[in-house]
């Protein structure tokens, strides 16, 4: 089988991290975002994946060779001269997505679920119409455009944006099962799949939904990425709880905390509930860790505070120093001793000596 990753651009919400690092290659939960995704695939027997970006960085280049290499498959760069929207990028694809006449997933590189892609893939194939959309329920459907079905069955009837009042709570999670013929509805320039194919689908009765059990978030953005950092490590307790570190280690706070083996941990610590420490990070004595992200090469030492943040790769937390409020270390940042930083977006190789106390970005 086959699939599609929409990846995009160059990753701007998701900055100062893309600064350095591609989007699809931050880490979240300790591996690029990207090979979660691909881990998942291969599982539900996909052998060759399209990678549709706007432009090719070298670097994940040589990271997806890698992948390449490991799994056995065969990995893509479709580049788009162009933004080519939502739908453009399967026209492009076309000659490796219509090969032949076994279906396709697509999905948004900002994803993060548990990628039920072998049920999906086993519902798409009973039912036999061109596609499946994959379905979350959400509690403020307001804010989203929701999916109404026909009565009694998962074929998809119309969709409404933004409703005022109450129609239906299933939305769009981004994640798609496609027989090929659906490539003869899209042409090779900018179309929207979900303002445009889509409702030719839902018309010609040839739409259905699979409703997603678990968590689901759009992690494009810091804010979004530490919240889908939480329901992670909530499902990983559940699914694979020998992965995260004991409750019975004397560091443990509330639970939930990934370490990786190679990380070292200072005495009387206090760490969770949410937290990912990555490799080869340093924790001081002392250190207070709560819903945050340390990337790998992290230094936090003694008797530091970080909370709702997210530190970036060879960056430091100096003695008794605090981060808060979705702050957001890029690569090789260093906050002093004794510093307050809240909110703050720090840019790549900067040093921070004094209170940060508004949300901003320091350059």
């Not at 056995?72 to 219509?98: D, K, Q």
């Not at 659906?182 to 259905?208: C, N, V, W, Y």
């Not at 706070?253 to 610590?269: E, S």
Request: net charge negative; hydrophobic share 40%.
């Amino acid at each position: 089988m086959k699939a599609l990753i929409l990846v995009g651009g160059f990753g701007t919400r998701l900055r100062p991290l893309t600064l350095s690092v591609p989007k699809p290659l931050v880490d979240f939960a300790n591996k690029p975002i990207i090979l979660h995704q691909i881990e998942a695939l291969v599982k539900a027997g996909v052998s060759d994946i399209v990678l549709a970006v706007n432009y090719k960085p070298e670097v994940m280049v040589a990271v997806l060779k890698k992948y390449e290499e490991k799994f056995g498959i065969t990995i893509t760069f479709s580049v788009e001269e162009e933004p080519l929207g939502t739908a453009g990028p399967l026209a492009l694809a076309r000659n490796i997505l219509g090969k032949d006449d076994s279906p396709f997933f697509v999905l948004n590189a900002d994803v993060t679920c548990e990628y039920p892609f072998e049920s999906m893939r086993d519902f798409h194939l009973a039912h036999g119409n061109e596609g499946t959309i994959l379905a979350t329920k959400v509690e403020e459907p307001s804010k989203y455009g929701v999916i109404v079905m026909r009565q009694g069955s998962t074929q998809i009837d119309r969709f409404v944006e933004n409703p005022f009042e109450f129609v239906c709570n299933r939305i769009n999670a981004g994640i798609y099962m496609f027989s090929p013929s659906i490539l003869d509805r899209i042409e090779p320039r900018p179309t929207s799949i979900e303002k445009e194919i889509f409702p030719q689908m839902a018309g010609d009765r040839q739409l259905h939904t699979f409703d997603l059990e678990g968590f689901w978030m759009d992690i494009g953005q810091p804010k979004d990425f530490l919240t889908g950092t939480c329901l992670y490590l909530s499902s990983l307790a559940k699914r694979s709880p020998e992965q995260l570190a004991p409750a019975t280690e004397d560091f443990v706070c509330g639970g939930n905390v990934l370490v990786h083996p190679t990380a070292k941990i200072g005495q009387g610590c206090k760490i969770g509930p949410n937290v990912t420490i990555g490799p080869n990070v340093v924790v001081g004595n002392g250190v207070c860790l709560q819903r945050c992200v340390l990337m790998e090469d992290v230094h936090i030492k003694d008797y530091a505070w970080v909370k709702n943040s997210i530190v970036g790769w060879h960056s430091s937390v100096g003695r008794w120093s605090r981060l808060d409020g979705v702050t957001v270390l890029g690569d090789d940042v260093h906050v002093l001793d004794e510093v307050y930083v809240n909110g703050a977006s720090v840019l790549p190789h900067k040093s921070i000596s004094s209170n940060v106390c508004e949300p901003g970005i320091v350059m």
